[in-house]
Structure formats: structure tokens, C-alpha cells
């Protein structure tokens, strides 16, 4: 038993992709944290299990880092800047420890289902602005779950991207089937995708280097 975490977005599309490949038993998370884009998301997520047919899926909120705050993506007096491919600045949309939260929320689950494997498709290449997807960030989760759980429960953090670029995960989404079409990205927008926060930035970036066109629509695509 298998669990992935399914935002809606690319990433973690590419990465069902492929833990639906390895697993025979696969259950779907999705977490809403009070997000711009909440509403679009979860619909990416119920398309995305339709797809692949998971009947296990966990839909839950944990709106509390919206009354935290300190990101763009859930405070509206912050403002989803446009995107800078080149800083290496923290950016305003990252959400304050926000992978910690999820994955301890998919390691709960996984020991009641008796899962032995959670996929979450971190990606390194956003590791410069989002200090939650940097492979160490994980090894050290990792030790934290053998450390925290039952004795008997044996449960792997699998990140099969983390080191790829966005234009080789793309390509891998392809290799693997994964309905990128059913995806969302923007950070700002519900009904189309803006093309200038970092998340539509990197995708575009990302499909053009790859030499592939984004099949999802944009109010603004420098790419083309």
C-alpha cells in the first residue's frame, strides 16, 4: 500500500504517475491549507484520482496556515509577486513549513492503512525559494518517521523527482501517461492560469525547454 500526495498541480501529477506504476494498492491525499486557488485545485485532485480510478482518497483542510499566514498564497494583504526565475530569495508563496504538515498528516493516515510507501512530488529545482523540497529536508522527515511511529510500521518517503528539472519532468509525465492536461499550477487565478507567478513561470519554462506545448490555457504566456 501505497499513499501520494495529489495537490493538483504538475509535480505531484507526474508523481501519482508514477507511484501508480509501482504500486497495486494506492491511496490519494489532498491537502487544502486555505490557498488563493483552493476550489481549482481540489477539482485537479478529484480529476486526477478519476483518472487513474484510486478509490482511497483522504480530501481534508487544514486551513490553520491560512490564519498563520505569512504567504501570499493565503493571506490576500500579501501579494503574489511576479515571478523571478533567477532570484534565490525565499518568494512570498511559500507557506511556512507546509510540507512538514503534510506529510506528518500522510504518515498518520499511512500507519492506519498500514501503507509502507508515501510519494510527494517535491522538486530540488524549487529548492532555492522553498526550503521544504530540498532532499535533505526529507532525509531528515524520514528519521523523524522511523523515530515516531509504532515499531512494526515501516513507512518510505519516495520523492521520484526531486532531482529533475521541470522540462525532465515533463517528459517523464509524458513517458508515464500522466494526464497534465487535468493540472493546475497558478498560484493567483481559478479560471485561467496567469503565466506570471512562479508556479506558471517554471511550468511554462519548463514545457518550452522540453520542446512540448502546455495543454492547459494562459492570460499571459511569454513562452510563445
Not at 3 to 11: E, H
Not at 78 to 97: D, G, H, M, Q, R
Not at 112 to 137: H, M, Q, T, W
Amino acid at each position: 500500500m501505497a499513499i501520494c500526495l495529489v495537490s493538483g498541480g504538475m509535480d505531484s501529477c507526474v508523481t501519482a504517475a508514477i507511484a501508480q506504476s509501482e504500486n497495486e494498492d494506492l491511496a490519494f491525499l489532498h491537502i487544502s491549507y486555505g490557498q488563493r486557488t483552493e476550489n481549482r485545485e481540489r477539482k485537479a485532485f478529484y480529476d486526477i484520482a478519476d483518472h487513474y480510478g484510486v478509490e482511497k482518497r483522504l480530501d481534508i483542510s487544514i486551513e490553520y496556515l491560512a490564519k498563520i499566514g505569512g504567504s501570499s498564497l493565503t493571506d490576500e494583504s500579501i501579494e503574489v509577486t511576479e515571478a523571478n526565475l533567477e532570484s534565490k530569495e525565499i518568494p512570498t508563496s511559500y507557506v511556512p513549513f507546509r510540507n512538514a504538515n503534510m506529510l506528518s498528516i500522510a504518515v498518520s493516515w499511512g500507519e492506519v492503512l498500514g501503507a509502507n510507501k508515501i510519494y510527494i512530488g517535491a522538486v530540488a529545482e524549487d529548492s532555492s525559494g522553498y526550503p521544504d523540497c530540498r532532499p535533505e529536508f526529507y532525509e531528515a522527515f524520514q528519521n523523524t518517521i522511523n523515530a515516531g511511529t509504532k515499531p512494526d510500521t515501516r513507512i518510505e518517503i519516495r520523492t521520484p523527482i526531486i532531482l529533475l528539472t521541470k522540462a525532465a519532468i515533463i517528459k517523464k509525465g509524458i513517458e508515464f501517461g500522466a494526464p497534465l492536461h487535468l493540472t493546475w499550477s497558478c498560484y493567483r487565478s481559478e479560471d485561467l492560469a496567469c503565466g506570471t507567478c512562479d508556479s506558471c513561470a517554471l511550468r511554462l519554462r519548463g514545457f518550452s525547454q522540453a520542446g512540448v506545448a502546455d495543454p492547459i490555457p494562459y492570460r499571459r504566456n511569454e513562452m510563445t
